[in-house]
Nanobody, 128 residues
Framework: EVQLQAFGGGLVQPGQSLRLSCVAS????????IGWFRQAPGKEREGLAC????????YHSDSAKGRFTVSRDNTKNTAYLQMNSLRPDDTAIYYC?????????????????????WGQGTQVTVSS
């Protein structure tokens, strides 16, 4: 059974940082692109960042660019989202997802419909 577990969320003040982790089981991460998404109350799920199975072809959305960095350690079957300079509008549930279709993270795009394995989400709250 494929499982993705995202953790590392919490309550932080504006300007602080968090690193989210996504631990995969039941699959070999070096065969999957990993994407990070978030969903705030009343809003659609938003793609933030992704990288392809070997860690290349990194994509960052406009809201993530310059502040969030996606990375992975395939030897640990774990992906990461480093988030710096957090703002109140970053408050959301953050999800990691995986796809092996080859089209989830490529040519500078992140295609949410290509992701078929999702983690349970971790809450990030940015508030003073």
């Amino acid at each position: 059974e494929v499982q993705l577990q995202a953790f590392g969320g919490g309550l932080v003040q504006p300007g602080q940082s968090l690193r989210l982790s996504c631990v995969a089981s039941g699959l070999n991460l070096d065969e999957y692109a990993i994407g990070w998404f978030r969903q705030a109350p009343g809003k659609e799920r938003e793609g933030l960042a992704c990288n392809n199975p070997m860690g290349g072809q990194i994509y960052h959305s406009d809201s993530a660019k310059g502040r969030f960095t996606v990375s992975r350690d395939n030897t640990k079957n774990t992906a990461y989202l480093q988030m710096n300079s957090l703002r109140p509008d970053d408050t959301a549930i953050y999800y990691c997802a995986a796809t092996d279709t080859g089209y989830g993270c490529y040519e500078g795009k992140q295609v949410i419909s290509e992701y078929d394995h999702w983690g349970q989400g971790t809450q990030v709250t940015v508030s003073s």
